[in-house]
């Protein structure tokens, strides 16, 4: 079986926040975090996103999440793609849709909104919150701070049961351990 390459993810951690937020208003918006059926691909516009989400979905070893809010879940916010290792989930993929990107974004939180998905998704999995990714280099100090990530060895970093916690808790009220 063709081995994937690992990807060193570039995203921003603009803001934790309860949901996701909008940059100009304030006003916040609950969000829903559904699996991507290979069916609904066609919600993934290529123009749209950096990453080719379209092969992902194809890799059957990993499961693709759709961030959207409860009050319109046919626009897409962000995407995640998880891979279960056994004992924590692997981030293989996370973007936010280009509008949610740069200094002109529509919307905050949504990299935070799914990072804590993924911390919730380990603990439901018993893997006690654990979740590691390939950061690139000069990211490395802005997961450590904004997400209490720590570096586990070369551009690999994981997020441990505390700060899971801390993240799951804040998106998810209903979570329980």
Not at 14 to 26: F, H, M, Q, R
């Amino acid at each position: 079986m063709k081995q994937s390459k690992e990807i060193e993810l570039d995203f921003e951690v603009d803001k934790l926040t309860n949901s996701i937020e909008n940059a100009v208003s304030g006003e916040v918006f609950d969000t829903l975090v559904t699996l991507l059926q290979s069916t609904g691909s066609k919600q993934i516009k290529k123009t749209e996103w950096t990453f080719n989400w379209q092969t992902e979905l194809k890799d059957k070893t990993r499961q693709i999440y759709k961030l959207t809010t409860v009050n319109n879940p046919t626009i897409i916010h962000g995407l995640i793609s998880l891979t279960h290792k056994g004992d924590h989930i692997f981030m293989d993929l996370i973007e936010s849709a280009k509008f949610n990107k740069g200094k002109n974004k529509l919307y905050k939180g949504v990299a935070g909104n799914l990072v804590a998905f993924a911390c919730k998704i380990s603990f439901e999995k018993s893997y006690e919150g654990v979740v590691s990714f390939i950061a690139k280099t000069q990211l490395i100090g802005h997961y450590e701070q904004a997400l209490g990530a720590k570096l586990f060895g070369g551009n690999r970093m994981f997020i441990d049961t505390k700060e899971a916690l801390i993240l799951t808790t804040k998106y998810f009220k209903d979570f329980k351990l």
